[in-house]
């Protein structure tokens, strides 16, 4: 049993211990945070497509960074999977691409906004997540759900 002032040092003790290190990882991360998001490459085009990934409520469906709804595939590393042209072509017309599956809204956008999406998703991509997603195995899995299989 700890005497009352044992208590109350290993309390103080404690205390002053975690806080310090609260501090120090706090500090930590405000002095990796622009490194590790690359915001200086944050340029106007991606932030037209951040705008229009927020007002056209992609993550109504997807996830971004693992925030969003699990309707649609995870998009953070989506370029790792798909070309720029691919999703260019998706994401003008995504109903001739996976004819009889889950749909996604036909939006129309111009090219610039488009680019402006592929930029914004270049740019998630970019930041540093410490490996986050451990991309799921998209494509061993639509092979295994038997789904029909993913057109390039
Ligand atoms: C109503 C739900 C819904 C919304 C809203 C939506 N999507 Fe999708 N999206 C889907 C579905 C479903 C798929 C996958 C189709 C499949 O696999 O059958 C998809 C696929 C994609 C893909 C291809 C991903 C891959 O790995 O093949 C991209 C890129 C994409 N969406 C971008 C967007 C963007 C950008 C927005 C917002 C402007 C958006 N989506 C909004 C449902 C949605």
Redesign the pocket.
């Known amino acids: 049993m700890l005497s009352k002032s044992q208590a109350r040092l290993f309390f103080l003790g404690g205390t002053i211990l975690f806080s310090l290190i609260f501090l120090w990882l706090t500090l930590d991360t405000i002095r990796q945070t622009p490194a590790r998001t690359h915001m200086a490459a944050m340029d106007e085009q991606v932030l037209l497509g951040r705008k229009?990934?927020d007002e056209?409520?992609?993550m109504?469906?997807?996830t971004i960074l693992g925030e969003g709804a699990y309707?649609?595939?995870e998009?953070t590393n989506?370029l790792d999977?798909?070309h720029p042209e691919w999703?260019r072509a998706?994401?003008r017309n995504?109903q001739a691409f996976?004819p009889g599956?889950?749909?996604?809204?036909a939006?129309d956008f111009t090219d610039e906004e488009i680019d402006g999406?592929i930029a914004w998703f270049r740019w998630v991509q970019g930041i540093d997540t410490n490996g986050f997603p451990k991309d799921p195995p998209?494509r061993e899995w639509i092979k295994d759900s038997g789904q029909a299989s993913v057109k390039e």
């Open positions: 229009l990934w056209n409520n992609c109504g469906c997807h309707y649609a595939p998009l989506v999977r798909k999703i998706f994401i995504p996976y599956r889950r749909k996604m809204v939006y999406l998209l």
